[in-house]
């Protein structure tokens, strides 16, 4: 549902109030109309059951607009990106520095004696996405964290620009291509209600063993690099096996290790390659295996120290930001699409809720991913066996693009997925992407309450973001 | 703690012996499309690429893998002109037109000259290499196959090969993403602070070509804009044994053909 506010101040007070009221903020853009001079400034509100478009449009030749962030924080990044790209200037904002194009830093934030700033990035040791932390201290507290994420801006989104729809899923895979797949259904999802198209029920099966498999490699890998930053050698390699082990199962089903190349509008690509039993009976295995590395993980009390305490997110500042994922319900803060806003074979599955947790630190976020890895050996198990009763049936239905916008939204591992995709005569106008991981980093800034140094690692791995999708 | 060593014995050696001995799984990968001998018409089959990897010169179609992204898509609509290739391992190649195939006669001497200068570098390399990587402009998942490397299935350390923080111990520089240009500054400044003589591989049809985000004005179209490559690694993204076979042509210990040199 898309509603149009006369001025700018009018969508800033209802975007308040409802935010107030329980709504979720779920992202703030701009876009230039194609034929003339006038931006639109869209806002996604997450409400029950659906995802609302709040719009307005500024006055032709408009240089600036009063700032949303005093009113909603969590529009700091976004009214930071809308700078950077249409040099908007949202008067109020408390820091306009660039963030998603290269451009001059501001100086440091925290000023006094013997304060100084360690640069880390984005060049990092280890195998890592490029990112650079200015981290501010006195020597081992961390009092305040700059981001800069702008190294590995690649243009996605206006790389979507007249893509066709089929070439459009193709560049959703790669938008964050540790979540292929959530991406890919997010967009899919998009041009389905565009064209008023209903995938058929086998292929809301095939989407959720994909969207399974890959939460749980991701959720694997979060562990993995927890492990690793404590230097249990063997539980980081028994992790890494693991994780393998999915990704070679994903290999085995469609060609890909990411599942690439499965989700296209209307249904999937093909059926699973693999025979269901042979299916079910892979699942069975991996799912025994890796609840007992988990058990055996989080009875390491070497291991457990390290993350308890660290990295807390309060959940106040979960729910007024809207904190995504395993983040998100970490804190008390649980809003999962699959549950709120089912899609594809969710909507017959029985999604278990999550459970209640509330001390949001890096212990609260890896206990989340166990339960959410959990579920999805449920939800796997269950899909696989719906799926060997339909294995006759046609994976794909037609879906003749058809002119118009529309939301799509999928539950990443990192978080929700939302895609906001106009087309006409079977091209892209527009896309604009919103990854978790663009919403949730950001509280990498709200979370070092105490925490030193050698807590860095953790809290970066216990986040679980991929940078790819932030800066596209 | 020590229920560790259990486990860490639980699952007997899980490491694969290649390129020792050959390994199921990589054989039963599927590589970049290539064309096949065809006797259809072939019209229009250039359109059917997102990347513009196909092109027909004189009746002949030839594929750039170096372009390719794995969709499938030419596969699917024309199986009787185009196929998978086969193997995890490739293609890597020491020119960017070897990626071109089938490849044009006329490439066989800039190979020859590439293969030289190569050796050249390799033999002072030996068989302990550290590896730098950066991350220029990727969409993650060429981070995790190679971070694959390092878990026990691949194993990269069993062939003195190591991931090192420090490009002033780096011997081989990794490369993967498409070239931000954001990126364009921190990865010249690596490698200019590697030390001689130094191997940059690309990693990824997105390091090769830039992918699907060629065109987008935000990216340098691959990174060989910005440093000089020496090998090329096709895949979106290359699976572990392609980073790993490209790794070892870069030590000297494998040629791009998959056989040993010496």
């Known amino acids: ?472 | 703690m020590s229920i560790w060593v259990l486990r860490g014995l639980r699952d007997g050696v899980v490491t694969t012996r290649w390129p020792a001995r050959p390994d199921p799984y990589a054989d039963a990968w599927r590589g970049p499309a290539r064309p096949l001998e065809q006797s259809e018409r072939l019209t229009g089959i250039t359109d059917l690429c997102p990347t513009g990897a196909i092109t027909v010169t004189g009746g002949t179609v030839q594929v750039d893998q170096g372009r390719c992204i794995l969709c499938g898509r030419c596969v699917a609509e024309r199986p009787g002109v185009f196929a998978w290739s086969g193997g995890a391992t490739g293609p890597a190649a020491l020119t960017r037109e070897q990626l071109v195939i089938p490849e044009l006669p006329e490439t066989d001497a800039t190979i020859q000259a590439a293969r030289a200068r190569l050796a050249g570098r390799t033999r002072a390399l030996r068989r302990s290499v550290h590896v730098r990587h950066v991350d220029a402009g990727s969409d993650g998942s060429e981070e995790w196959e190679i971070q694959a490397l390092l878990g026990p299935v691949y194993d990269l350390h069993r062939l003195g090969v190591f991931i090192t923080a420090s490009p002033r111990h780096a011997d081989v520089l990794l490369v993967t993403g498409a070239g931000a240009r954001g990126m364009t500054g921190p990865l010249r400044t690596t490698y200019d602070a590697m030390p001689d003589p130094k191997v940059v591989i690309a990693a990824g049809t997105d390091a090769v070509s830039g992918g699907l985000l060629a065109g987008s004005g935000s990216v340098t179209d691959g990174v060989g804009a910005t440093v000089p490559v020496d090998i090329w690694l096709a895949g979106s993204p290359p699976s572990p044994f392609g980073v790993l076979n490209a790794l070892l042509i870069a030590v000297g210990y494998l040629a791009p053909d998959g056989r040993k040199p010496r």
């Open chain 1, 1 to 472: 549902m898309t509603m149009t506010q006369p001025d700018v101040l009018a969508l800033w007070k209802e975007l308040e109030s409802r935010v107030a009221t329980g709504d979720r903020f779920a992202g703030l853009f701009a876009a230039r109309a194609v034929d003339h001079n006038v931006i639109t400034l869209s806002a996604y509100l997450a409400t029950a059951g659906d995802v609302h478009t709040l719009e307005v449009r500024l006055p032709p030749g408009a240089t600036g607009y009063p700032a949303l962030t005093p009113r909603v924080g969590a529009a700091f990044w976004y009214e930071r990106v809308i700078h950077d790209q249409f040099g908007l200037v949202p008067e109020g904002h408390p820091r306009l520095a660039p963030l998603i194009r290269p451009g001059d830093p501001l100086p440091r934030h925290v000023e006094g004696y013997g304060m100084f700033t360690i640069p880390h990035g984005p060049v990092r040791s280890g195998v890592m996405e490029s990112i650079e932390y200015l981290v501010e201290t006195p020597g081992e507290a961390i009092p305040h964290l700059n981001m800069r994420v702008f190294y590995k801006h690649r243009g996605v989104e206006q790389r979507f620009s007249g893509l066709t729809v089929s070439d459009g899923v193709l560049l959703a895979e790669r938008t964050e291509g540790i979540a292929s797949v959530a991406h890919a259904l997010a967009f899919c999802h998009a041009v389905e209600r565009i064209a008023g198209c209903e995938p058929p029920p086998v292929a809301g099966l095939v989407r959720v063993l994909h969207a399974e498999l890959e939460r749980i490699a991701n959720h694997l890998d979060v562990a993995m690099r927890l492990a690793d930053a404590a230097g249990l050698a063997v539980a980081t390699a028994r992790l890494a096996l693991h994780k393998e082990r999915v990704m070679r199962l994903v290999s085995r089903m469609c060609g890909s290790r990411f599942g690439r190349g499965v989700v296209v509008p209307g249904g999937v690509s093909a059926l699973p390659r693999l025979a269901p039993a042979e299916l079910e009976g892979e699942i069975g295995r991996l799912a025994r295996q890796v609840r007992s590395e988990a058990a055996a993980l989080m009875a390491t009390s070497s291991f457990l120290d390290r993350l308890r305490g660290t990295g807390p997110l309060t959940p106040a500042r979960a729910r007024t930001h809207g904190a995504l994922g395993p983040i998100g319900k970490a804190a008390g803060f649980a809003d999962d699409h699959r549950l709120a806003r089912p899609y594809d074979g969710y909507r017959t599955l029985p999604v278990p809720p999550a459970r209640a947790h509330t001390a949001g630190d890096a212990m609260a976020r890896l206990r989340v991913r166990w339960e959410e890895v959990d579920s999805s050996f449920g939800l796997l198990g269950l899909a696989a066996a719906e799926w060997a009763e339909r294995t006759g049936d046609q994976p794909r239905a037609s879906c003749e693009p058809a002119d118009g916008r529309a939301l799509g939204w999928a539950e990443a591992p990192q978080g929700e997925v939302l895609y906001d995709v106009s087309a006409a005569e079977g091209r892209i106008v527009r896309c604009h992407p919103r990854s978790a991981s663009f919403h949730n980093l950001v509280l990498m800034h709200e979370v070092f309450a105490g925490d030193i140094l050698t807590d860095f690692p953790f809290i970066e791995a216990s986040f679980g973001l991929s940078i790819a999708g932030v800066a596209l």
